[in-house]
């Protein structure tokens, strides 16, 4: 098997302000499909072409931010071989049982060293995505909004950063794709990591602030579609942060918003393939600007310092 | 680690019937890059975005057509286990040394049921794409011609399908994505394989004709780029067999045209991402034209029959 | 005035099999707005991004083919001017009382040596496209199909193709843009003509079969676009001639197809603007591939011989 | 003739701190193409898939800024009949000799009441985009750097703004496309005015400084091509005022940016056409946000304050 381990991001929970405020945007501006509520309260999505029941739950709270990160793994042998891992490397896992979460299967859940809280788990009810199995059409119609084509990744930030990136590497099988080095010049600032051949599933930024995420990305097909997320969030009137831009890091073009409630949604678009067989690519402190917004070189005060 | 095994489609060696025609041809009107000749006459190329030294080898032959197709491999455990399991499967197989190639390592030679010449290797020398490892810019210039970003897959053609699909799957561990049914609707006629989360790395079509190939196949960024390789195409007189248009199959976009000895070649955009926990897609023999051109839903002859 | 004369193509009437079915597909498939019904059975349609009330009339027949082709003039004075004109010419001219067709002034009516029906008018209701005309909205949501910006243009066959040429040259005030010679490298075979700086508002086929016509042509915004129309004909099983392809002539984008009466449309994006001190591009018989489908070269029998 | 009087922004006088650093960066970086240098020291450009010998014109001088700005018109008598026209509404006018400009006929120039010099000519020289005539071929190969289509408006600033825009209005012919009103709903504080069918050809903003100059705009393809701007723009240093994005008014997507001297250029695509028979957009002063950066809403101070 040459895909094995784990998967992809699978889901995550975000904490939101006001419920109904927030699924009316993910539903009619975000472009996101409501799968379900459950008796907590939370609220289920998918993207349109994703196939599983959900990857994104909100719940109401007086705080914005993420309560947990889910990655799907290939089966339950490997939840089991991975939370076994996980143990040895000095881990405390949890079992979270199954149906605790709307059609998702018993999950694996640990705090990292950034203090955040992991989840893995091997299933999730397939709900598809409107075009059957056999004969199927190239695309959904009737799509709204922004519409992503799937949950793809997030930034996160903490102070031990080295212990997070070791983590996801030595025990989760993530390779580094990219990295920023401090000024001087040793130090990861920030780590791309991936488990497939994405540019990256995850990425760590050192940052006192223990436990907070920088932003949830969401791939977009084509820098056509960056542009109409860019005119749906000018429309809606979407706190826009930055973009449309590109990223020198990953090559991305993407641009930067706020939910209603301050969680910052990336929407982006390309990043090059990256197997493990490649070295990875390295910014110096100097060239932060470039790595981060290609084009203007010039970050602002908000996008390097608020995360939720 | 999540990526182990077979990683991708790392090199072919097709036959020209010209040599500096066919030369000149991937040069300056396909643009791929040439990055060295042996003394044996062959003329190696790389894609712009490719990182090892060679992907796309030529030789000079009386008759066009494909020699070999190469894998490359995690590393050199992994094509010592593969070589071991596909003996253990019941296949011969042959080392080709070092170096027998320009900047290649060693290569696990074996022929598949359908007639083919397959090979992994887990060693050629990174050259790079230009860019660099320590802060890269995003796009390489000056670049000619169609200037395809990589080689991505061949379909192939040959009697028992049955044979080679099994082999990719149960042992080289590939996965089935899409596959296309014959009249009795339980016959495969087409399936369409990934060692990776791309739609495809490979794909066979049943056909009398054993060893035989449809196309090889090269990614281009945008819908955009598939545009101006078909205008390059258009002033160069390159022999087009179909296209711009989109698959049913995988949703790629594409162009199939022809190099001056009639070797197809696929310049394509586009298909979704496959995990392995996904559903295959089917197809029936009835969709056969929405699942080829999903367009027109009608299938040339030329597209149908000719093969080298 | 810089623009003055003849505006723009700003209606044509359609003849279809069957109007229900024609309205569903002018609806849903194609994405016209349909805008309003009179008592002699007529549906009016309009784009979404115009402005004018309508644009493309249908009325149902046993035959398919076009009633009348519709020129916008400037004002009433222009609209008078051109009547004058055109009699001073040796042109028949006939006056359609205001209303016959909805929200629609008089319109000047007359025939062209080709045979073709065509008319006048310097006044249609604007009723706008939906976003206001202060603080507007940069696109219209909830489009749907293939949803082209406008009329475009028409190409029309008949045996006097010098006539009308003429007509609309010295009469009519447009420019030649570019010509498709006969194999006596004399005699204009087809000519493109505008009377703004689109590279045509009408083309002109010599043909022995008068007042025909080739197809009605709409603007799409951009080659993502012709894909998108592309994949709604494939899913709807709309009848495809050629394309997606770019055409040597005014290297537009394109695709032509057929509605359900056999009347052929074309969506297409791009071409160059032309300026009337431009001199026009002349394509000789033995490049008429190039010409007209400049990535294959090749013509199909049926865009060649079948018209309306 | 429908298109008659002014046609279109035809050349302009451009002035640079450095010669040579602005030679390099124009052709090199900005990718126009020189096409000659007179004995004064000036050093002429025209864009890839312009016809006449040139349309950016640059000298040496120790501030930077424009010149004059020139539009061509339709022939010679047109010249003299604007010329007439001009001098009936009481503007100065001078006549400027053929050759002053190399491969420029006789210019008729005056200032306007914003205090910008205008010119009016009726002949340059064609020397066609490399394409030739006859068959031509449907792109230009080896274009280097952001490689814009063509020149393609200005904006300037002045204090009398109603009395420029009265006179290109009723003089010149020109028809108002959009406008901005200031906080008391009456004043023009920027007008979009064109002389085609292009939603602007000329605009003019309400500002103390006369005779001040905010960008020169130029044209590119596509969004795509936006993004290549972008990244050229990234990877040279160029300084970046704001962008990509789209705008409210005109609906076009776009980036500014400043020469090597300070002059702000815009590199935009797309815009929706206008006729004159359409009722002009007016924005009001508190969407004043939307109407130029429409994603953001927000503008920034150097967009708002810095001209040359």
Redesign the interface.
């Known amino acids: 098997?040459?895909?094995?381990?784990?998967?992809?991001p699978g889901h995550c929970q975000l904490r939101v302000l006001d419920l109904e405020e927030s699924v009316n945007f993910y539903t009619n501006v975000f472009g996101l499909v409501e799968t379900g509520r459950d008796d907590t309260g939370r609220v289920y999505f998918k993207c349109h072409?994703e196939?599983d029941h959900n990857s994104f739950i909100i719940r109401e709270s007086d705080r914005a931010g993420m309560d947990f990160y889910g990655f799907?793994v290939?089966?339950k042998a490997t939840l089991d071989r991975l939370e076994s891992d996980l143990r040895a490397y000095g881990v405390s896992t949890e079992r979270i049982p199954a149906g605790e979460m709307l059609e998702t299967g018993e999950r694996v859940r640990f705090e990292i060293p950034t203090g955040h809280i992991m989840e893995l788990y091997a299933e999730k009810t397939?709900i598809g995505d409107g075009l059957g199995?056999?004969?199927?059409?190239?695309?959904i119609?009737n799509r709204k909004g922004i519409s992503p084509i799937?949950l793809d990744h997030w930034q996160i930030h903490g102070a031990d950063l080295d212990g997070s990136r070791d983590l996801f590497i030595n025990v989760?099988?993530?390779?580094l794709v990219e990295k920023i080095l401090g000024e001087d010049g040793k130090t990861d600032m920030a780590v791309w990591l991936t488990?497939?051949?994405?540019a990256h599933d995850i990425a760590f930024v050192r940052d006192q602030r223990n436990n907070t995420v920088h932003h949830a990305s969401f791939l977009l097909?084509?820098?056509?579609k960056v542009?109409?997320a860019?005119?749906i969030?000018?429309?809606y009137?979407v706190s826009?942060d930055n973009?449309?831009?590109?990223?020198?890091i990953t090559?991305g073009?993407t641009?930067y918003s706020f939910d209603p409630s301050g969680n910052r949604l990336e929407t982006f678009c390309?990043g090059?393939?990256f197997?493990?067989?490649?070295?990875?690519?390295?910014?110096?402190w100097d060239?932060l600007g470039?790595?981060i917004f290609?084009?203007?070189?010039a970050l602002n005060e908000r996008f390097l310092t608020v995360v939720t």
């Not at 488990?195 to 994405?198: I, P």
């Not at 973009?243 to 020198?248: F, I, Q, V």
């Open positions: 098997m040459t895909m094995s381990g784990v998967l992809r072409d196939r799907k290939r089966d397939a199995y056999v004969n199927p059409d190239v695309f119609e799937r989760l099988g993530f390779s488990c497939s051949t994405k097909e084509t820098w056509e542009l109409h860019a005119d969030m000018g429309k009137r826009i973009g449309p831009l590109r990223h020198g090559r073009t641009i390309g090059y393939d197997y493990p067989d490649m070295q990875p690519y390295t910014w110096t060239e470039s790595a290609y084009h203007t070189r």
